[in-house]
């Protein structure tokens, strides 16, 4: 019998090995994995390379991680948000290593990971910094960069309701970047507000099969990232 339910969030990332790349989900407050992530950071991993398209809001969930020196690199598109103070600290100090990608680009990267495509070109950043040391090429008549896809040790995405197979259903705008991060990981962990039987989704709504999902944590009470945040003062206030 399939059955992908773990009994808690430690019990699913005991494994992860130091030196990981690591595709956390969430868009701001939607969709983080919060919980997931504080389990990772009481696993005790090192060395991470972590993708996700912020850089970590206030002090919990990834700001956390990397708080506590678990992050050597993280690759984003805006790590410039009004709370993300402790990922702006450790850069400054050179504590961290960042690698921009605009934000469409970062999606299909990790898109493309996931299909087996191992790049691909836009013309979104070309002629700028961010294309310095990239292979480009002209394409009726515009110049284009050439963009490796982004494939990952581990998945941590936040979704609404799974069944016991893996299969998921997110919330609105909680789905983010969900169901492209995975498919382009070798162990993708979930949690999610409620597990049922299989046959209780509806087929029609559900997002990501469970062909791509290996381990699901129930959570039914998740932290609120922006209770947390609107406890803080802004950057410049």
């Known amino acids: 019998m399939i059955d992908k339910r773990w009994p808690s ?11 990981a790349t ?3 989900g969430g868009f701001g407050e939607a969709g983080t994995p919060t919980e997931l992530i504080h389990a990772l950071l009481d696993q005790g991993a090192r060395g991470l ?4 398209n912020n ?10 991680l990397i708080r506590e020196g678990r992050v050597r690199r993280m690759i984003c598109s805006y790590p410039r948000t009004s709370h993300c103070h402790v990922f702006n600290e450790f850069y400054r100090a050179g504590r961290i290593e960042l690698e921009l990608s605009p934000q469409g680009t970062l999606a299909e990267r990790i898109r493309a990971g996931g299909a ?3 790049a691909f070109y836009t013309p979104t950043a070309a002629d700028t910094d961010l294309s310095a040391g990239k292979e480009t090429r002209m394409f009726a008549g515009r110049l284009h960069v050439l963009e490796e896809a982004i494939q990952a040790d581990l998945a941590l995405i936040k979704a609404e309701t799974a069944d016991r197979w893996g299969n998921l259903i997110y919330r609105k705008a909680a789905r983010n970047f969900g169901p492209v991060m995975a498919t382009a ?5 979930v949690q999610v507000r409620r597990v049922v039987e299989p046959g209780d989704l509806d087929p029609e709504a559900i997002v990501t099969p469970g062909i791509f999902v290996h ?3 129930a959570v039914t009470d998740p932290i609120s990232e922006a209770a947390h945040l609107a406890l803080l003062p802004r950057v410049g206030a």
Do not use: H, M, Q
């Open 9 to 19: 969030a430690a019990d699913a990332l005991a494994d992860v090995a130091d030196g």
């Open 22 to 24: 690591v595709l956390i």
């Open 49 to 52: 390379t972590v993708v996700n």
């Open 55 to 64: 850089a970590g809001n206030g002090e919990i969930g990834l700001a956390a």
């Open 116 to 118: 087996g495509i191992p």
């Open 185 to 189: 990981a070798r162990t993708t962990v």
């Open 215 to 217: 381990r699901v944590v």
